[in-house]
DNA sequence: CGTAGTTTTGAGTGCGTTCAAGAGATGTGG
DNA sequence: CCACATCTCTTGAACGCACTCAAAACTACG
């Protein structure tokens, strides 16, 4: 079970005037690093900065009083996390490794006079999250556990994937999340997420080295595992 | 089927200077009115305008090659619609009922200078939107076919109810949207959701007058099978 | 090496789907 | 206004996929 505690992040002590070809270092930002586990933020707590991910992975749940976990998003490199509604996040947010990120305080997402170029990068992150979010819907509503996993996969891949030989039809990557978290993103069962796993296995289109080490030897054949549309 | 020809909608010709004190009117903005059935915009269009819903309902759906369809939202007068992913509209929008709607360039999507307060309102929008879709992540994962259409209900209720009686403990509203749309939207088959509806009005907790018109008899028991959290 | 947590596999159940038919609503032309 | 066609909604019966419960294999960490 993962802890709070205030050495699970440090605050990078950071001049806020660097090198003037920096856009994002013109103006006050702040330059964390999360520890494993390490607790961003709590849903419910006020929003004073939207994060930019520079190494590492996030991850974003919420839990219902039912105590049913859906994991609404991963945040990888690239990624801003912490859009706030009504002025608070409303997920939780940890880190799944140690993780590098960049805090943008808030005031970015109302004003542009300030740091323009700021601003139209976060407003422009968050029309790709509601696009993003809508490709989520289909993948929630209609899939089925094997095209969940095999999509799953195919995003992994393209967005972490290293080429595993010199040939290139070979890709790896590592799952920095268990198998409960796949399952809570998906919409399904951990044992459901280990069945796809041994199918897709069985099939010879990945192997898995170990449990968090993927291998995918046919790429094609996981698209068309995942149905994509 | 729905059939898009010239005549769906009509652009209402108002001059771009109104009375002052209306924010809106400061600037360009249409003003449209959509017939049932019309096509507002297609998946993949450049996007030139977000629209703002005055009256009426709009639909946004997407479908994938394989044919199958995800109805990603309903838009209720008050909601903004049309959010662009890379310029471009990512799903289908058409109207359900004669529907009136205000047309804001995308420009004040971008640009906050030729005027900051609809900026504001179609940031705060696109933040809520994220939110509301993050809600509706909860619904399509973890709820069964009972707690989806209650959840679904509940939420008209909220949005477009009226009390049915002069005591206030009765809520009645219309449905404009087909059986095959709410299942669409919820993850659901479209039998499915009529036995939704009879397991709800067999326990007492709405009548059904028509079939597109409910009358909630018991509001918290409503809220009860949806598992509200 | 021992304990706790994660992942995998197995067997049986249940919920939503699929397939099918009937009831109800809507619209058109005679 | 009614007959007919079409579409939507409802109900029934059987199936299948993912879940539930259970246990074993594997991993990590002391």
């Not at 740091?115 to 696009?131: D, K, S």
């Not at 990557?173 to 069962?189: C, N, Q, Y």
Request: net charge negative; charged share 25%; aromatic share 8%.
């Amino acid at each position: 079970m993962y802890v709070t505690n205030p050495n699970d992040y440090t605050i990078v002590p950071e001049p806020a005037l660097v090198a003037p070809q920096n856009q994002r270092s013109k103006f006050l930002h702040s330059r964390r690093i999360l520890k494993p586990g390490a607790v961003l933020f709590h849903e419910g707590d006020v929003t004073l900065e939207v994060y930019e991910v520079i190494s590492g992975v996030l991850r974003l749940t919420r839990v219902s009083e039912s105590g049913r976990r859906q994991v609404i998003a991963f945040g990888f490199p690239g990624d801003f996390v912490g859009f706030p509604k009504t002025g608070r996040y409303h997920t939780e947010c940890d880190a799944l490794e140690t993780t590098e990120l960049i805090g943008h305080s808030v005031c970015h997402l109302e004003k542009c006079i300030d740091n323009p170029v700021l601003h139209a990068r976060l407003m422009h992150a968050a029309l790709e999250e509601i696009g993003s979010m809508q490709d989520h819907f289909m993948m929630l509503g209609w899939k089925s556990a094997i095209e969940k996993t095999a999509s799953f996969l195919s995003v992994m891949m393209e967005r972490v994937g290293r080429y595993a030989d010199k040939a290139g039809d070979q890709i790896e990557f590592s799952l920095p999340m268990s198998r409960a978290d796949i399952a809570d993103f998906l919409g399904l069962k951990t044992e459901t997420i280990s069945r796809a796993f041994t199918q897709l296995r069985n099939a010879h289109v990945i192997t898995l080295p170990t449990a968090k080490h993927v291998v995918v030897l046919k790429p094609e054949a996981l698209l068309a595992f995942a149905e994509i549309d």
